[in-house]
């Protein structure tokens, strides 16, 4: 079992409408998560963290945690092109060290116009 | 804010040879990272250094990658020989003190 798991994609969305993004994890001692967004060719850029269950909005994003579940997925409203990239879901086992990322996959979206 | 500055961007070489990286973190970020990210992956960690010192190495192929963190600022990676499966885009990253982690441009390395 990876440590990280997300569908590879591509998610395929219309303008406008809304993504949603799924990542699982195995160590249960995870503490902090965090959605970054990769264009083609480019190095990845976080977009949001989360530490605790619940849901964090920023924008047109919104992270939701469930620990219990070990599941934790990304929403983007009113999709638009330019959100058209792969998304990795990180996490990290400690929240305040700082210690080392293990990424998912990622989930390649696409929004069509 | 200058970023996280990566060279060459670029390289081209043939299985068996040599190849060298080079990352100039944010100033002042005490923690760097190498990860490495194949195609269609996503990155994984090579080796982690706090100032100076190496943190965690576990999942560095250390019979051919090292990388060293001299004087606790530029870092470099070197893959000696190296092989067609180190294809990839290796990433140069730092942390801030509030746990953000800054990824630089990646260097990409093509091995025929």
């Known amino acids: 079992q990876k440590e990280v798991e997300q569908n590879s994609g591509p998610l395929s969305v219309p303008e406008g409408a809304i993504a949603s993004l799924n990542c699982t994890y195995s160590?249960?001692?995870?503490?902090?998560f965090f959605w970054y967004r990769q264009y083609s060719g480019k190095s990845p850029e976080l977009i949001m963290s989360i530490y605790s269950n619940g849901d964090k909005e920023d924008g047109r994003f919104t992270a939701q945690l469930n620990k219990a579940s070990q599941y934790v997925s990304l929403l983007i409203r009113d999709s638009q092109p330019s959100d058209s990239a792969t998304y990795l879901c990180?996490?990290?086992?400690?929240?305040?060290?700082?210690?080392?990322?293990?990424f998912g996959g990622g989930t390649r979206v696409l929004v069509k116009p | 804010e200058a970023g996280v500055a990566q060279s060459p961007r670029y390289k081209i070489i043939e299985k068996r040879q040599s190849v060298a990286f080079w990352c100039n973190p944010i100033?002042?970020?005490?923690?760097l990272y190498w990860y490495q990210q194949i195609l269609g992956q996503g990155p994984k960690l090579l080796i982690q250094?706090?100032?100076?010192?190496?943190?965690?190495d576990s999942q560095l192929p250390k019979d051919r990658f090292s990388a060293e963190r001299l004087k606790g600022v530029d870092s470099t990676l070197k893959i000696q020989p190296a092989k067609l499966e180190d294809s990839a885009v290796y990433l140069c990253?730092?942390?801030?003190?509030?746990?953000?982690?800054?990824f630089g441009e990646g260097s990409w390395l093509t091995v025929v």
């Open positions: 990253a730092t942390r801030d003190v509030g746990n953000t982690i800054y």
């Open positions: 250094f706090q100032n100076n010192g190496v943190v965690d």
């Open positions: 160590d249960r001692v995870s503490q902090s």
């Open positions: 990180a996490v990290n086992p400690i929240k305040a060290a700082g210690n080392k990322l293990t």
């Open positions: 100033s002042g970020h005490a923690t």
